[in-house]
């Protein structure tokens, strides 16, 4: 059997609006443990963009910019790169590579996001293997 992102995904995703401000999107992100977060752009087209920790760091901390004055959707990324259940977790260890991103969202084929995966999720996953493979009592 291989390993399917379905069974390595958190399945808690939150949602921010796009005119929120990135300091509402810190202290929500802060308080739900989260380092992304998915903004709805369009409820009717099932349209995305994220927004990580890194992109916090590298355009706005970095550049100096003022979280509360600074909307999320001036430094979301879109369109969003997103996985299947189904695929396995080396696909998707291997799209986030190539891509250089380290948050996934998962969507399901009627394109509802059903959960997020992250290259943090990816140690458990390698720890997972170094015991031999699949070894589910670590999670």
Same mark, same amino acid.
């Given at each position: &059997?291989?390993?399917?992102? /379905? +069974?390595?995904?958190?399945? #808690?995703? @939150?949602?921010? +609006?796009?005119? !929120?401000?990135? #300091?509402? $999107? #810190? !202290?929500?992100?802060?308080?739900?443990?989260?380092?992304?977060?998915?903004? /709805?752009?369009?409820?009717?087209?099932?349209?995305?963009? =994220?927004?990580?920790? %890194?992109? =916090?760091?590298?355009?706005?901390? $970095?550049?100096?910019?003022?979280?509360? /004055? %600074? /909307?999320?959707?001036?430094?979301?990324?879109?369109?969003? *790169?997103? @996985?299947?259940?189904?695929?396995? *977790?080396?696909?998707?260890?291997?799209? &986030?590579?190539?891509?250089? =991103?380290?948050?996934?969202?998962?969507?399901?084929?009627?394109?509802?996001?059903?959960? &997020?995966?992250?290259?943090?999720?990816?140690?458990?996953?390698?720890?997972?293997?170094?015991?031999?493979?699949?070894?589910?009592?670590?999670?």
């Amino acid at each position: &059997m291989q390993d399917l992102v /379905k +069974d390595w995904m958190i399945d #808690l995703v @939150v949602y921010i +609006d796009p005119d !929120s401000t990135v #300091l509402d $999107a #810190l !202290s929500r992100m802060r308080r739900r443990y989260v380092n992304s977060m998915i903004i /709805k752009i369009d409820d009717d087209e099932k349209e995305y963009g =994220i927004i990580t920790s %890194t992109d =916090i760091c590298d355009k706005i901390v $970095a550049q100096g910019q003022n979280p509360a /004055k %600074t /909307k999320i959707r001036d430094i979301m990324t879109t369109p969003l *790169i997103s @996985v299947s259940p189904d695929q396995t *977790i080396f696909e998707c260890a291997k799209l &986030m590579n190539e891509k250089k =991103i380290h948050h996934l969202p998962v969507v399901n084929a009627e394109g509802s996001i059903v959960g &997020m995966i992250s290259a943090t999720d990816f140690l458990v996953v390698a720890e997972a293997l170094g015991h031999g493979g699949g070894d589910r009592l670590l999670r």
